[in-house]
């Protein structure tokens, strides 16, 4: 199994996004490629070419399911591991994301300490889940 390196995140908090570059980029080592919006991440996607996505459920203009969608069109996307982050933490509410055929959700807050750990196990999940 190949270790994570590359994940493009798309949160339009500038405060979040600042925090997940600490979290993912100091803590856990990770490139990462921090947008601030669907618009910006669907110019810099393929350039970038991440191996996890990790995207804002509740954005202006387009949703992170909406921007998943829009993604998934691309034939590099279709087997990239997906993680939404959500404020949103009602069982109900969570399964609902899930129909988005996404590896996990984080629920908002989140701990920037603990969350390379989480990615790294979302990461082995998606892999455990493709066949290696």
């Given at each position: 199994?190949?270790?994570?390196?590359?994940?493009?995140?798309?949160?339009?908090?500038?405060d979040i996004?600042?925090?997940?570059?600490?979290?993912?980029?100091?803590?856990?080592?990770?490139?990462?490629?921090?947008?601030?919006?669907?618009?910006?991440?669907?110019?810099?996607?393929?350039?970038?070419?991440?191996?996890?996505?990790?995207?804002?459920?509740?954005?202006?203009?387009?949703?992170?399911?909406?921007?998943l969608a829009?993604?998934?069109?691309?034939?590099?996307?279709?087997?990239?591991?997906?993680?939404?982050?959500?404020?949103?933490?009602?069982?109900?509410?969570?399964?609902?994301?899930?129909?988005?055929?996404?590896?996990?959700?984080?629920?908002?807050?989140?701990?920037?300490?603990?969350?390379?750990?989480?990615?790294?196990?979302?990461?082995?999940?998606?892999?455990?889940?493709?066949?290696?």
């Amino acid at each position: 199994m190949s270790a994570l390196r590359r994940i493009l995140s798309v949160e339009d908090d500038p405060d979040i996004r600042e925090l997940l570059a600490f979290s993912l980029g100091e803590v856990g080592g990770y490139e990462l490629c921090c947008c601030g919006g669907a618009a910006e991440a669907l110019k810099r996607f393929e350039a970038f070419s991440p191996e996890l996505l990790l995207l804002d459920v509740m954005m202006p203009v387009m949703s992170g399911p909406e921007l998943l969608a829009e993604l998934r069109r691309l034939p590099t996307v279709r087997d990239l591991p997906v993680i939404l982050m959500t404020a949103k933490s009602m069982p109900d509410e969570l399964a609902a994301l899930m129909e988005h055929a996404v590896t996990g959700i984080i629920v908002k807050p989140f701990d920037p300490i603990s969350l390379p750990n989480d990615i790294a196990m979302y990461w082995r999940l998606a892999r455990e889940q493709r066949g290696g």
